[in-house]
């Protein structure tokens, strides 16, 4: 079984990058941030033709998830449970499997725009919101995939300037805190269980060469709960799309689970 979660930085302007990227990669799930379009909007039978089925949490202009999937997906649930939100930013769906059912819950997480702002303190509600439903969630699906576009530079390895962009958004200790919080949940950062060339990003700027330069950051993380941790295979960024003609900011991070 193969997982993956991309920030598309809007499915209308990338819809044929992501068909393109299945077609080369034809993954069992694919977990999608920032549609920024509306459900009735979204392209279902496109990616029915593709073979995948979708659940869509979308939103006009603005954030927007959705999962897609070639396996049968059930009890599909919208948002945080218990915390009142007007963004669509998580669904979540139990699939069938090869290996069991599997819990996967995409998530777009707050950005939080900089620390003291208005938007900081929702991004810190809002974590902790995500860490008290999930626990429940964690008990209810053994194993279970949280993945999506975290907007948390975990460890400095994960930035390609730490000291200079210390304390800053997605850098800050109230932010890893949180997300050392989901660990403690009992859950595992998949990428960091294998070796990994140095500098590995998902995400560069736009602005001054930021690709061409590395300057990123790994803020796209597929994080796995403890029964599934013995079935990783790997778990690799895909830089190929962000070479692409008008790509998103953002490159896939892909799961292999296998007995």
Same mark, same amino acid.
């Not at 819990?103 to 860490?131: C, E, H, I, T």
């Given at each position: 079984?193969?997982?993956?979660?991309?920030?598309?930085?809007?499915?209308?302007?990338?819809?044929?990058? @992501?068909? %393109?990227?299945?077609?080369?990669?034809?993954?069992d @799930?694919?977990?999608?941030?920032?549609?920024?379009?509306?459900?009735? !909007?979204f392209?279902?039978?496109?990616?029915k033709?593709?073979?995948y089925?979708?659940?869509?949490?979308?939103?006009?202009?603005? $954030?927007?998830?959705?999962i897609?999937?070639?396996?049968?997906?059930?009890?599909?649930?919208?948002?945080?449970?218990?915390?009142? %939100?007007?963004?669509?930013?998580? @669904?979540?769906?139990?699939?069938?499997?090869?290996?069991?059912?599997? +819990?996967?819950? $995409?998530?777009?997480?707050?950005?939080?725009?900089?620390?003291g702002?208005?938007?900081?303190?929702? !991004?810190?509600?809002w =974590?902790d919101?995500?860490?008290?439903?999930?626990r429940?969630?964690?008990?209810?699906? #053994?194993?279970?995939?949280?993945?999506? %576009?975290?907007?948390?530079? &975990?460890?400095? +390895?994960?930035?390609?300037? #730490?000291?200079? &962009?210390?304390?800053?958004? /997605?850098?800050?200790?109230?932010?890893?805190d /949180?997300? !050392?919080? &989901?660990?403690? =949940?009992?859950?595992?950062?998949?990428?960091?269980?294998?070796?990994?060339?140095?500098?590995?990003?998902?995400?560069w700027?736009?602005?001054?060469?930021?690709?061409?330069?590395?300057?990123?950051? +790994?803020?796209?993380?597929? =994080?796995?709960?403890?029964? &599934?941790v013995?079935?990783?295979?790997s778990?690799?960024?895909?830089? @190929? #799309? +962000? !070479?692409?003609?008008?790509?998103? %900011?953002?490159?896939?991070?892909?799961?292999? =689970?296998?007995?």
């Amino acid at each position: 079984m193969k997982i993956a979660t991309w920030n598309v930085n809007s499915l209308t302007a990338r819809l044929q990058h @992501v068909l %393109d990227w299945l077609a080369a990669n034809p993954i069992d @799930v694919l977990c999608l941030q920032e549609l920024k379009m509306s459900d009735e !909007k979204f392209p279902l039978d496109v990616l029915k033709a593709a073979g995948y089925d979708a659940a869509v949490f979308g939103q006009k202009t603005y $954030n927007g998830v959705a999962i897609l999937s070639r396996l049968p997906m059930r009890d599909v649930a919208k948002n945080i449970g218990g915390f009142v %939100d007007e963004h669509s930013r998580v @669904v979540s769906a139990t699939l069938d499997t090869p290996i069991g059912d599997v +819990r996967v819950v $995409n998530g777009y997480f707050v950005n939080g725009q900089a620390p003291g702002s208005d938007k900081f303190a929702y !991004k810190m509600r809002w =974590l902790d919101g995500l860490r008290e439903w999930l626990r429940a969630e964690m008990a209810a699906h #053994p194993k279970l995939v949280l993945l999506g %576009d975290f907007n948390i530079v &975990l460890e400095d +390895r994960d930035s390609f300037d #730490p000291i200079g &962009l210390a304390e800053t958004i /997605h850098h800050t200790t109230e932010e890893r805190d /949180h997300f !050392k919080a &989901l660990l403690a =949940l009992g859950l595992t950062d998949s990428f960091r269980l294998f070796d990994q060339p140095e500098k590995s990003y998902s995400w560069w700027d736009y602005r001054m060469l930021g690709y061409q330069k590395n300057r990123g950051l +790994r803020i796209d993380h597929v =994080l796995i709960s403890e029964p &599934l941790v013995s079935l990783a295979k790997s778990c690799t960024i895909d830089r @190929v #799309p +962000r !070479k692409w003609e008008k790509p998103s %900011d953002h490159a896939p991070v892909t799961l292999e =689970l296998g007995s």
